[in-house]
Nanobody, 126 residues
Framework: QVQLVEIGGGLVQVGGSLRLSCAAS????????MGWFRQTPGKERSFVAA????????KYSDSVKGRFTISRDDVKNALYLQLNNLKPEDTAIYYC???????????????????WGQGTQVTVSS
């Protein structure tokens, strides 16, 4: 099993920045691609960003492209999401996810990830 814990959420003003971190523990040797998703009340969890198992490739949703940056540090067993130029519509609970599936595919569907964190709230005030 893999355990994921997100930290770094909070309240920020429009145009501000936050950095989310996700610490992985347990069977981290089986973790391959990782990603970030977000969810607001009454809506399904939606894709934000994904990173390949070697960190060499990334993918973003159109709504965050150019503002958010995903990265990983496998020495520290950590995943990051830098959020810049935040907008009110970025307000959501952000979830870290990990996949154990092999391959270099960047996974953008929630069903493709086996492990999830508990989420961290990001609130952007206008």
């Amino acid at each position: 099993q893999v355990q994921l814990v997100e930290i770094g959420g909070g309240l920020v003003q429009v145009g501000g920045s936050l950095r989310l971190s996700c610490a992985a523990s347990g069977r981290t040797d089986i973790v391959r691609s990782m990603g970030w998703f977000r969810q607001t009340p009454g809506k399904e969890r939606s894709f934000v960003a994904a990173i390949s198992n070697d960190g060499g490739r990334t993918k973003y949703s159109d709504s965050v492209k150019g503002r958010f940056t995903i990265s990983r540090d496998d020495v520290k067993n950590a995943l990051y999401l830098q959020l810049n130029n935040l907008k009110p519509e970025d307000t959501a609970i952000y979830y870290c996810a990990a996949s154990y599936a092999h391959g270099m595919i960047l996974r953008s569907h929630s069903f493709e990830y086996a492990y999830w964190g508990q989420g961290t709230q990001v609130t952007v005030s206008s």
